[in-house]
């Protein structure tokens, strides 16, 4: 009987170097402009107590009802996957009391876990940059927020849209409630199933179902910024006219409200359609009664969260997406007697920055081989005759570089062919072949 090959689980994907690059990239250029708004990185535990997200996300939200990956561990203590990363950074921010007398400003970059059907751009397992904001309460915080995520898709090449709303103070919320479910009782029968449901639980959500049926009623509903209290709509016109002096275009989207109960006031997203359905890219908003709601002190919050695999995605339609850096040279020992002495030198070029791929003992064919799958720029061979002084050739694969000399002066060589030693080699330290030597 044959045995079935091990599969990844469903929407669970392994990435390999030529994507890894590509990821690397992104990931670089966001720590950067993270740096430029002072966010410090946290790193989170990637399992919390189901708990936590039953009681920030909201027990009747989709996300807990059926995205959840949860189940007991040995000692029947209820534990879940994280589906999002700002529930366990309040509950960080909380047992480790950083946010006493400060206004921490923190990001994360790591997997999260929705069981849902997988799809270009979203999967079971999938990758988020979160940043979140504690003790600031201003609309300019928002604005700056959300100039910081305009940055990261211009950064990262991608073309979008913003999209804002405001969902008010909670009482507001809970009034405009009751005007929604009188506008939605008459029509519940055209509703969607999962719609006639949230009527009950969370009617707010209707509005931004993606059945068309239901966007056609939801379309006529009374809008929540036309009964927003005093303090939210002073806070949302001073947001659009902050976006407006930063020169950000938006929309105001009366149907934008999220799908986590912990907002309030400012919410927006960035959308697109290169993506078909899945159209947003990057989204957040406020949610000041959180910290309080899971123990902490009354603090204001605000942040949002970007999908990676979605930037890389547009990356790719794009045309932005970065390649796999080649390495510079590669190495190739024909014999055992000449392996030493091409490890040696391979270890003092790494010394100087300059990255090498090895290969051998083999015959002087298949180390060209290797040279070529390699990608390397640069080959270089070394046999007998170079350990007794005949001269090395470096010869430029893909191109009419070639240069001859001795062992010795190598490094001359490749300057002279134009590879650029770094003034600053990320491993400064001698091999341990250099030091054996220079004892």
Same mark, same amino acid.
């Given at each position: ?165 405001? #969902? &008010?103070?909670?009482?507001?919320? $809970? ?5 929604? %479910? !009188?506008? *939605?009782?008459?029509? =519940? +029968? ?103 709601? #899971? &123990?902490?002190?009354?603090?204001? $919050? ?5 999908? %990676? !695999?979605? *930037?890389?995605?547009? =990356? +790719? ?123």
């Amino acid at each position: 009987m044959a045995v079935k090959g091990l599969q990844a689980v469903r929407g669970m994907n392994d990435i390999f170097p030529a994507e890894a690059a590509a990821w690397q990239a992104l990931e670089t250029d966001l720590r950067g402009l993270l740096q430029l708004y002072d966010y410090g990185e946290v790193r989170l535990p990637l399992l919390e107590s189901t708990e936590l997200f039953a009681r920030a996300i909201g027990d009747v939200t989709d996300i807990v009802q059926k995205e959840m990956y949860t189940f007991a561990d040995r000692n029947g203590d209820s534990l879940t996957l994280r589906p999002e990363g700002t529930a366990g950074c309040v509950r960080a921010a909380i047992q480790n009391q950083t946010m006493r007398g400060q206004t921490p400003r923190y990001y994360y970059m790591g997997p999260m876990f929705r069981h849902e059907r997988p799809q270009k751009g979203r999967y079971r397992q999938f990758h988020q940059l979160g940043v979140e904001v504690f003790g600031q309460s201003g609309a300019g915080t928002d604005a700056e927020i959300i100039a910081l995520s305009a940055r990261i898709l211009k950064q990262a090449g991608v073309q979008a849209s913003l999209q804002i709303n405001s #969902l &008010g103070s909670p009482e507001a919320r $809970a009034a405009y409630r009751e005007r929604l %479910l !009188e506008y *939605l009782r008459p029509q =519940q +029968e055209a509703l969607c199933t999962d719609c006639q449901t949230r009527m009950e639980h969370n009617p707010l959500r209707i509005l931004d179902c993606k059945v068309p049926g239901c966007q056609q009623i939801a379309s006529s509903a009374p809008h929540l910024v036309d009964h927003l209290d005093t303090e939210s709509a002073l806070h949302f016109a001073s947001l659009q006219k902050l976006l407006t002096a930063l020169d950000i275009p938006y929309q105001l989207n009366h149907s934008l409200v999220r799908g986590l109960d912990y907002y309030n006031r400012t919410v927006f997203e960035w959308v697109t359609d290169a993506l078909g359905a899945q159209g947003t890219v990057l989204a957040g908003g406020r949610y000041d009664g959180l910290v309080a709601q #899971l &123990g902490g002190q009354d603090t204001p $919050a605000v942040g949002f969260a970007v999908g %990676l !695999e979605r *930037l890389l995605a547009l =990356q +790719e339609i794009q045309g932005n997406q970065a390649c796999a850096v080649k390495p510079v040279l590669f190495i190739g020992a024909m014999e055992e007697d000449s392996l030493a002495r091409a490890w040696q030198l391979a270890e003092s070029l790494r010394d100087l920055g300059i990255s090498v791929v090895s290969g051998g003992p083999a015959g002087f064919k298949a180390l060209l081989k290797q040279a070529e799958r390699s990608r390397a720029q640069f080959q270089l061979v070394i046999g007998l005759g170079q350990l007794q002084g005949e001269p090395v050739f470096i010869k430029e694969q893909g191109g009419e570089g070639r240069w001859e000399g001795s062992l010795e002066t190598v490094i001359t060589g490749l300057q002279s062919l134009g590879v650029d030693f770094p003034k600053h080699a990320p491993h400064t330290g001698q091999n341990f072949a250099t030091a054996r030597r220079s004892k």
